[in-house]
C-alpha cells in the first residue's frame, strides 16, 4: 500500500517562502521511474489545479501559469521525496498541497498539507 506524507505547509505573509515535501512510502517502483506532481486545492473549489510536474528522469519540468518563476519542484529519487520550493507566495497560493504520481491511476490521495498566505 502506497502511502503518500505531504509536509512543509505553515501560516506564512506575502511574499515569503515555503518548502513543501513529500515522501513516499510502501510502493515497490522507487519514485526514480515515477513523474510526479504537485496539486493544490483551495478553499471552495471542487478539484485539485496541478501546480508542477516532474518527469521521471526530472529532465521535463513544467508549471502552471500561476506559479511559473514562484514555485520550483525538485525530486530526490534516494529518499523518494518530492519538494516543492514556493517563492514569492501570493494570497491565493493559499490552499491544500498534495503530491502524486503523474499518471491516469493515481495513487491514493495522501492528507495534504496546507499552505496558507496572509498578512
Known amino acids: 500500500q502506497v502511502q503518500l506524507v505531504e509536509s512543509g505547509g505553515d501560516l506564512v505573509q506575502p511574499g515569503g517562502s515555503l518548502r513543501l515535501s513529500c515522501v513516499v512510502s510502501?510502493?515497490?517502483?522507487?519514485?526514480?521511474?515515477?513523474?510526479m506532481g504537485w496539486y493544490r486545492q483551495a478553499p471552495g473549489k471542487p478539484v485539485r489545479e496541478l501546480v508542477a510536474?516532474?518527469?521521471?528522469?526530472?529532465?521535463?519540468?513544467n508549471y502552471a501559469e500561476s506559479v511559473k518563476g514562484r514555485f520550483t519542484i525538485s525530486k530526490d529519487n534516494a529518499k523518494n521525496t518530492v519538494y516543492l520550493q514556493m517563492n514569492s507566495l501570493k494570497s491565493e497560493d493559499t490552499a491544500l498541497y498534495y503530491c502524486?504520481?503523474?499518471?491516469?491511476?493515481?495513487?491514493?490521495w495522501g492528507q495534504g498539507t496546507q499552505v496558507t498566505v496572509s498578512p
Open positions: 510502501g510502493s515497490r517502483f522507487n519514485i526514480l521511474a515515477m513523474a
Open positions: 502524486n504520481r503523474r499518471t491516469a491511476n493515481p495513487w491514493p
Open positions: 510536474s516532474i518527469s521521471s528522469g526530472g529532465g521535463s519540468i
